[in-house]
């Protein structure tokens, strides 16, 4: 008889595994902005995420104490001189997702740090948003990031967004062992002291990742953002096993060389949603009749919608994320704290890997906040983001099916994702070889002075971001044997990604198990809320 | 060939070929357009009567040059450059300087210089193809950096103005003609290089290079923009 302790223990990792039987009931799958309910065919295991791990008591109390006590560093007030120059870098709007009820994680972090640099007689303070070649914060996302207080106090002479091109903002470090460029912000390079706040929500974010990546330019981004060392990542959510993190990491050292960095990472739980939409949190076993009735409503009243209207409708509803940890000090030992955390609320252990993996394909990625989530960024959910929730082993098998759930339309926002429309169908018509792709069209997109225009005044990604985009899906593509889309409203898209496409999602399951064999093992993961699978062999 | 470069360089000699950007200027770079030109040229005429006269008739055949810059941009071009018959070339190299410092500096689109300053920076060589006439354009395209400067150029007889331009006329599908001459003399690859205007008037030009770009465009140029998924910039 197995003790009392083994019991909970099986009972509290199976629970999140669930398998589909005669009786039980349909599930329901994110579709874009809309929501699908499917029998899913007996046998089918269903992934969920871990329930919400609890917040910490007093946020407050939690973030003094981190830069009190920080690992192998001075505590914060001890790096302090009067007269000092220090930069404050933040995560941008790609962290958390959706972003979250107000005050923001970076807010309350920001109103302690800044009291302690004014009570230290530092006054010398920019706060600079680590947005890399992502695109711009417009003023209304950067005051909700930091609260009114902070926003009229610093905007806009010293709380901006990084410019990757501004040629007189970046400075060059010396190169790593590995001849990578290592480019910073100017003003954060010649600070006496960089604090950056993080948010980490999966264990790619946060470490070296943060300085090395966020405040860079284009040239030291090619040295690991590339079709290459995507292929030598078994792993992008595993830093070990990444060559992406080897990379980052070795840019990283230069940087903590040359400069000091204070680092404060925070951690998030899972809650993605709550009140109304606290069903979305739930197995389907569990979900009480009023929890039906509000599903019921709700996918009546998004079939009513129009697209852009659900779009807002998403956006509008915040996630209710909680804080479960706050580190602080010197990059690695802080990450290595960052990690453990976020492991034990994403880490789903389940075991092995199936033949046919289901993925109901939400209306956000990092890439479309207030925004669409068009082909591309499809693309990268499947193949990038969701194929790689693992740790190390994929969910799905070397030549498997992956099956995800979207409208695919043709849709793209030329203010957010001006280059993404010329990338998607002038380009991929001709090759979707990521090689030929990097080599033959990458600079040529990343100079071009309208998409730099756009970068630097507007609101877009930059010029190379939709190749980073393609190339984060290389491990994806290179893996599965067949993508297919069910509920693809037109032929094209799919077709020039190199997917199949069905109406519903039945037709997709006959189709792969077509491909896979009559017998082949299906599994569903319910994501949103994130979690990642551990899969044991 | 309506080529006055603004910089002498001799042409590049490599074996790859160079990448040029081909602005338009009016309503692209700059809020004003031919006419503004005009009409500050006709007040400053010199005499009170030739002031009226001219103020006056410009004014007058306004309700015109919109109807035939609606039906055909070639014959608005045409009949409005009959406007500067009898003005004398001196005098209108001189008010060209004034021209551009009481209204063409103060009409630039706040970004178009850091538009420009991005397309050396990506290595173009600049160039301002203009419906504008060459003396006009001149201090504006020096002001700018321009390597280049593509204009109509009016025609002088004894000094003075006949009203006629020296074909062809700079504006519509011959803006894609001159610029291919011009890629073809400078060892400039067409498909490499960038066109920016803001109006569907400029369609040849746009789809004669290989990256083209709306800027501030018209109701036609964005629609035109977002069928063929070409960039759209606004400077203003």
């Known amino acids: 008889m197995r003790p009392l302790k083994t019991l909970k223990k099986l009972y509290d990792e199976e629970s999140h595994v669930v398998i589909q039987e005669k009786g039980s009931p349909p599930r329901f799958l994110f579709y874009g902005e809309d929501f699908w309910l499917e029998d899913l065919p007996v046998g089918t295991r269903i992934i969920y995420p871990r329930p919400p791990l609890e917040a910490v008591p007093n946020l407050k109390a939690s973030i003094r104490y981190a830069i009190n006590h920080p690992e192998q560093m001075e505590p914060l007030h ?98 790593t062992s590995h001849g990578e460029v290592v480019a910073m912000n100017r003003r954060a390079a010649e600070s006496d002291l960089l604090i950056y706040v993080n948010i980490n929500l999966v264990p790619m974010d946060g ?331 | 060939m309506h080529s006055h470069p603004t910089h002498h360089r001799p042409p590049e000699v490599s074996a790859r070929p160079g990448r040029a950007a081909f602005f338009d200027v009016d309503g692209t770079l700059i809020s004003t357009n031919v006419v503004h030109a005009f009409g500050y040229y006709a007040q400053n005429e010199g005499s009170v009567a030739g002031i009226l006269k001219r103020s006056l008739g410009t004014v007058a055949s306004i309700p015109l040059f919109a109807a035939l810059n609606l039906v055909d941009r070639k014959v608005f071009n045409e009949f409005f450059y009959r406007s500067y018959a009898g003005f004398s070339e001196d005098r209108l190299l001189t008010m060209s300087e004034d021209l551009f410092e009481d209204l063409l500096k103060g009409a630039i689109y706040p970004r178009a210089q850091d538009l420009i300053t991005e397309a050396r920076r990506a290595g173009c060589r600049i160039v301002f193809i203009t419906g504008g006439m060459d003396f006009t354009m001149a201090p504006l395209a020096k002001y700018l950096g321009a390597d280049d400067l593509i204009a109509n150029q009016m025609q002088f007889v004894g000094g003075k103005a006949t009203g006629k331009v020296i074909p062809p006329i700079i504006e519509g599908a011959n803006k894609a003609n001159v610029i291919r001459d011009y890629c073809e003399k400078h060892h400039i690859a067409l498909n490499l290089s960038h066109a920016y205007s803001d109006s569907a008037s400029d369609y040849a030009m746009l789809t004669v290079v290989g990256r083209p770009t709306a800027v501030n465009p018209d109701l036609r140029l964005r629609a035109l923009a977002r069928s063929y998924n070409w960039p759209i910039l606004d400077l203003r």
């Not at chain 1, 959706?98 to 920019?126: K, N």
């Not at chain 1, 992502?134 to 709380?159: C, L, N, Q, S």
């Not at chain 1, 009546?300 to 509008?316: D, G, T």
């Open chain 1, 78 to 175: 001890a790096l302090l001189r009067p007269g000092m120059k220090v930069t404050v870098a933040l995560d941008d709007i790609s962290l958390p997702l959706p972003p979250m009820r107000t005050p923001d994680v970076r807010q309350a972090v920001l109103e302690i740090v800044l009291e302690l640099l004014a009570d230290s007689g530092v006054d010398d303070v920019h706060l600079v948003i680590a947005n890399a070649l992502h695109r711009r914060m417009t003023d209304a996302e950067m005051k909700r990031m930091v609260g009114e207080k902070i926003f009229d106090a610093f905007f806009p002479d010293r709380y901006y967004n990084h410019d990757a091109e501004d040629p007189d903002g970046i400075v060059e470090m010396e190169r």
């Open chain 1, 207 to 537: 470490g070296h990742k943060s300085v090395g990546t966020g405040l860079t330019n284009y040239d030291s981004l090619r040295a690991h953002h590339n079709p290459q060392t995507i292929r030598d990542s078994a792993s992008y959510m595993e830093p070990e096993r990444s060559a992406l993190h080897k990379s980052t990491e070795r840019i990283g050292r230069v940087i903590d060389k040359n400069l000091k960095v204070f680092h404060i990472e925070t951690v998030l739980n899972n809650r993605a949603f709550d009140g109304q939409m606290e069903w979305l949190m739930k197995k389907e076993e569990d979900f009480t009749e009023f929890d039906r009735m509000k599903f019921h409503a709700t996918q009546f009243a998004l079939k009513q919608m129009p697209r852009a209207l659900k779009r807002k409708m998403f956006f509008s509803i915040p996630a209710a994320y909680d804080v479960i940890g706050v580190y602080a000090g010197a990059t690695e030992p802080t990450h290595q704290k960052t990690l453990e955390t976020c492991w034990k609320q994403y880490s789903v252990p389940v075991e092995g890997q199936s033949d046919i993996v289901i993925f109901g394909m939400p209306y956000v990625s990092p890439y479309n906040v207030n925004s669409i989530l068009n082909p591309l960024l499809v693309q990268v959910m499947a193949c990038g983001y969701l194929y790689n929730l693992n740790r190390g082993v994929p969910l799905v098998k070397k030549g498997g099916v992956i099956i995800i759930t979207h409208p695919l339309y043709d849709e793209f926002d030329p203010e957010h994702h001006a280059p993404y429309i010329e990338f998607f169908h002038r380009l991929l018509p001709e090759t979707r070889d990521a090689k030929v792709l990097e080599h033959k069209y990458e600079r040529e997109f990343a100079k071009n002075p309208s998409y730099v225009h756009l970068y630097r005044k507007g609101n877009s990604y930059h010029g190379a971001h939709p190749f980073y985009m393609w190339y984060w899906g290389e491990n994806g593509r290179q893996h599965v044997g067949k993508l297919i889309c069910a509920g693809a409203e037109n032929n094209h898209v799919p077709a020039l990604m190199g997917w199949d496409r069905t109406d519903t999602l039945s037709e997709a399951i006959d189709m792969a198990r077509g491909f896979m064999g009559r017998n082949a093992s299906i599994s569903v993961v319910k994501c949103p809320p994130i979690l990642q699978t551990d899969v044991r062999l």
